[in-house]
Structures are given as structure tokens and as C-alpha cells.
């Protein structure tokens, strides 16, 4: 499978803007199944969530019209209102318009994320073209229990906002991520700067070894492909099977 990261600028809840822009990012992108997008990438992270959540149906019919164009799935969050509650959701849109959704589990209550959104409580994996992805949002790269491999997933995929000034973190977790995991790691970041924060992208995909197969450069608009081999995968696994060692974790519901 070719996965492709998108590493992008994004003007401040400006979303028209941000979805053409991306329209002339992607006309340069050549083929691939899977087009991984940040956080927000169409507003930015508004903790106001609404400010943005009245974009959603929009934003929601770009990555359908974007999916059926490219022929690929699109993966990217937005804010969202579902009942009176809102949500950080993540939406993997496949080119036949149907849709899974994630609902950001980690707030980010240094940041303010966990006064205006709902966490989510349900762990999300998707099959796509013969890859199962687990799903995961920005903050959630920090919590490891959270993203045990149980042998029921391929790839992590992680939409984020990350930014400069945690760069280590970043750098070293996506990596640590697919070493534990036995798996490959997908990691699409913003660069720019919003109203509180710089960021450098550093979008990356990683091999089951923790090395970087591609990685987009700083501060800069870029689209970086890589193959997920599930051949090679499944033989180291079965080589070097280290999860069969693994503790077990229990995730209790909030």
C-alpha cells in the first residue's frame, strides 16, 4: 500500500481558504491509497469548538469529493457538535463516500482542549485495502496503553498539531510507538504558526524498526509517500515475536 503524509500550513479558521489551497497541494501528489492530513487541517486547533464545528459538513464533503477524485481514502480531523456535546473527530472517507470516525481520546487540558471538547472512549481500527489502521489523535501519541497493538492492527495513524517546542517528544514517541508496537507508524503534522504556537511539521513514517522510511522537511509544504509492505511485515513479526511477551492492559471505560 502507498501511504502518502501531507504537511501542510493552515490559516487561522479560514476554511475555504485551507481546502483550495489543499485542492492545488494535491494536483501535484502523484497516486496513492491513503492521504493522511494534521489536526484541524482545514481550520486550525480552535478550542472554541463553536467557532468551527459549523464547518463540518463542509469539510466532510471535501474529503468525500477529494477520496472519489484520488482514488484513495482521506484521513483528517475536524471539530464537531453531536448532540450537545463536542468532539475532536478524526474521519477516515473512502472514495465511495462511506465514513469511520474516531473521537480524540487524550484531551490536551494543558492547552485548554478538555474545557470545550468531550473525550472519546472508543479505541478505532479500520481496514483499508489490506491494512488495518488504528487510529489516533495528536495527544494520544503520549499514552502507550492506549495504543497497545492486540494483534488487531497494521499501521497507527496519527493526525496532530505538535508543536516546536515539544519536537523531541514528537521525534522520539512516533518512533518508540512503532518499535513497541511491532508496526508502522504515520504521522502527519502542521508547520506555521496559530495563535499560540510554532510548528515545525517533521511529518514522518516509521518502520516496525522505529526508522524513518520518509520524513517531510521543517518548515516547509510537503507530501512524502511510503510503502506499507505487509509481507515484510508479517515476517518479522513472526521472526521476532515480541508482543507475545507483552503485558496485559486493561482499558476500563470513563
Known amino acids: 500500500m502507498q501511504l502518502t503524509i501531507l504537511q ?21 501528489i502523484p497516486r496513492t ?34 477520496a472519489a477524485e484520488h482514488d484513495c481514502a482521506v484521513v483528517g480531523t475536524m471539530a464537531v457538535q453531536d448532540g450537545e456535546r463536542y468532539y475532536n473527530r478524526l474521519h477516515f472517507v473512502r472514495p465511495d463516500g462511506s465514513i469511520t470516525t474516531y473521537d480524540k481520546h487524550h484531551l490536551f487540558a494543558y492547552g485548554g482542549e478538555a474545557m470545550h471538547y468531550s473525550r472519546g472512549t472508543e479505541r478505532r481500527i479500520v481496514e483499508w485495502r489490506g491494512v488495518r489502521f488504528l487510529l489516533q489523535v495528536c495527544y494520544d501519541l503520549r499514552y502507550p496503553v492506549w495504543a497497545r497493538n492486540r494483534g488487531d492492527y497494521d499501521c497507527i495513524l496519527y493526525s496532530a498539531n505538535w508543536p516546536i517546542s515539544r ?39 516509521i518502520n516496525p524498526y ?11 509544504e510537503w507530501a512524502a509517500a511510503g510503502v506499507l509492505d ?4 508479517r515476517h518479522y513479526c513472526d521472526k521476532f515475536p515480541v508482543l507475545a511477551d507483552a503485558d496485559a492492559f486493561t482499558i476500563l471505560p470513563s
Do not use: K
Open 167 to 205: 519536537d523531541t517528544a514528537w521525534r522520539t514517541l512516533i518512533r518508540a510507538r512503532a518499535i513497541e508496537n511491532q508496526c508502522y507508524v504515520a504521522a502527519a503534522n502542521r508547520i506555521g504558526t496559530d495563535q499560540q504556537c510554532e510548528y515545525y511539521g517533521r511529518s514522518a513514517i
Open 230 to 233: 505487509m509481507d515484510f511485515l
Open 8 to 28: 501542510h500550513d493552515i490559516q487561522w479558521c479560514e476554511v475555504a481558504a485551507n481546502l483550495a489551497h489543499l485542492d492545488r497541494l494535491l494536483c501535484r
Open 210 to 220: 522505529g526508522e524513518t522510511m520518509t520524513e517531510c522537511p521543517d518548515q516547509t
Open 33 to 66: 491509497d491513503l492521504l493522511l492530513l494534521p489536526e484541524m487541517f482545514a481550520t486550525g486547533l480552535n478550542n472554541m469548538a463553536s467557532e468551527v464545528a459549523d464547518a463540518a459538513p463542509a469539510i466532510t464533503g471535501w474529503m468525500a469529493r477529494t
